[in-house]
C-alpha cells in the first residue's frame, strides 16, 4: 500500500464513515471512551483486532506489540510501554476483559524460538523483548519433543498466549480485579490460515474454536 493510497482511504473514511457515524463520535466526545474490553495484539498487519472482530470507534482498547505479549510486572524506572497501556486500560478505564489476542504464523514468537535455539536475531530489541516467552518454548519441547518445525511453532504460539495469561496475572491490580469478580481475563489465537478462532479452556486446558 502506497502513501497516496492511504491518503485516498483517509479521504473515504472522512467522507463515508466519519459522516455517517457522527453521532458515534460525539457521544465518545463528550462522555469518552469506555471500551470495556482491552485486547493485547500482536502488531502483525494481517492480525487488526478492529478489522478481525468488526469491532466500531470505542469498542476495544488496544495495545499492540511484537508477538502480543505482556512482560510480567516489573517496577522500576524503565519505560514500560504495555504494562503503561495495561494499567490504563483497567485502572483508568475500568475494562471488564483484558484478551491476548495470538495468532498463527507470529515472526516475533518465530524470533523467540530462534532464540531459544541459539540462533542469533540480528536487532537490539526483538531477540530481548520476544524472550518474554521464552517458557512457552521450553514446554512446547516438553509437549512435543519430535515435532517439525510447523507443529513446533504453532503450539509455541499457544503456549506463549499462556505464558502471558500468566504475567498479567502478576500486576497487583490486575490480579486484585480478577480475585474479586471485576475483570476476566481471555486467551485467544487466531488461526490466519483456516481463518478461525480459537478461545483457551482453562478447565479442558486446551484451546477451542470459537463459534
Ligand atoms: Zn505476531
Redesign the pocket.
Known sequence: MSIDRMILGFNSFRSQYFEKNKPLYQKLIRGGQKPSIAVIA???SR?DPAIVLQAEPGDIFSIRN???LVPPFVSDDSHHGTSAALEFAVCGIGVEHVIVFG?AH????NAMIKEQKGEHVPWHFVGPWANIAAEAYVRTKKEMPDADEETEARCCEKNSVLVSLENLMTFPFIAERVNDGRLTLHGWYLDIVEGTLLSYDPEEKSFKKID
Do not use: E, L, P
Request: net charge negative; glycine share 8%; aromatic share 0%.
Open positions: 500482536c502488531s502483525d492480525v511484537v508477538a502480543n495468532h507470529c515472526a516475533g514468537i
